[in-house]
């Protein structure tokens, strides 16, 4: 891709994709990187509401439109973003679709040309990615009932395997345990090889006993082959605040335990896979 594209992506179940995919956004951003979070998550594109954004304009679908028609400028583009302030830094963000029945707009042709066009514009594309729909990876969802001539993971498999870095989440109990590695097969399925940063969200010891962390950590090297690259532990109570004041963790409590580790994974997206722990195939 003509810019690094960084996908975040998960099981079904609520991982907390758009809570990680706003927040290393912030953090790559507030490292001086031009970043553009596009929310791409075609089935409940959740963004704009995370951030507490109402009125967003058509972003990601005029966009789209534009790009294909060779007319995206840059005052175009700048017209469909928004700025999001920062202290001394700026987030651009792009809207997703103001319906999931809209999905079909956005292939993959599509927005290859998009990013094609955002060559020199920005750095990084951070991209909140949806659910599979597939029923061998039991990640089903009823809207690919529909889905006659364009299959709905037809997106996803693309941008999955060509992003530059892939973030795969995964929950801190049994049933999100499970889940991953379902997501795993997913990305086992794809033409390439990808090895992603593994990311346990709302890390807590309640589901799974005071080792939980070292029985994950043996599961996914064991049965997935990967290694947790960040927890991230649970921090309810400053997530909902941020989300409250539509603002990222970083401006609400640099402090806050969620906020330090993801700055952490953040720093790892920067560094690339020379300094990675997870296990190569």
Not at 170 to 175: F, R
Request: proline share 5%.
């Amino acid at each position: 891709c003509p810019v690094n594209v960084i996908a975040i992506w998960g099981a079904a179940g609520s991982p907390g994709k758009s809570t990680v995919a706003v927040n290393v956004a912030a953090e790559l951003a507030l490292a001086g990187e031009s970043v553009l979070l596009i929310d791409l998550d075609t089935l409940a594109p959740s963004l704009a509401l995370s951030m507490g954004l109402v009125d967003t304009p058509a972003g990601l679908s005029a966009c789209l439109r534009l790009a294909e028609q060779n007319r995206l400028s840059l005052d175009e583009y700048k017209r469909l973003t928004i700025e999001v302030s920062l202290g001394r830094n700026e987030l651009s963000f792009m809207p997703g679709l103001s319906s999931p029945h809209r999905w079909p707009e956005v292939t993959p042709a599509r927005f290859e040309k998009l990013l094609s066009d955002l060559r020199g514009v920005v750095d990084h594309v951070v991209v909140d990615l949806a659910q599979s729909t597939t029923s061998k990876s039991n990640l089903f969802h009823p809207s690919s009932m529909h889905s006659h001539e364009l299959n709905r993971d037809t997106l996803l498999k693309s941008v999955l395997g060509k992003a530059g870095k892939v973030v795969l989440l995964s929950g801190s109990d049994p049933v999100a345990a499970q889940r991953f590695l379902l997501a795993k097969e997913f990305l086992g399925e794809l033409d390439v090889v990808i090895d992603p940063f593994v990311v346990v969200n709302r890390f807590r010891t309640s589901a799974l006993g005071k080792a939980a962390k070292d029985e994950l950590e043996e599961t996914y090297l064991t049965l997935a082959k990967l290694r947790v690259d960040v927890f991230i532990p649970e921090d309810r109570e400053n997530i909902d605040k941020a989300m409250l004041n539509g603002l990222p963790l970083a401006l609400l409590k640099r402090s806050s335990p969620a906020r330090v580790a993801i700055a952490d994974l953040a720093k790892q997206l920067l560094v690339g896979s020379a300094s990675r722990r997870s296990v190569a195939k």
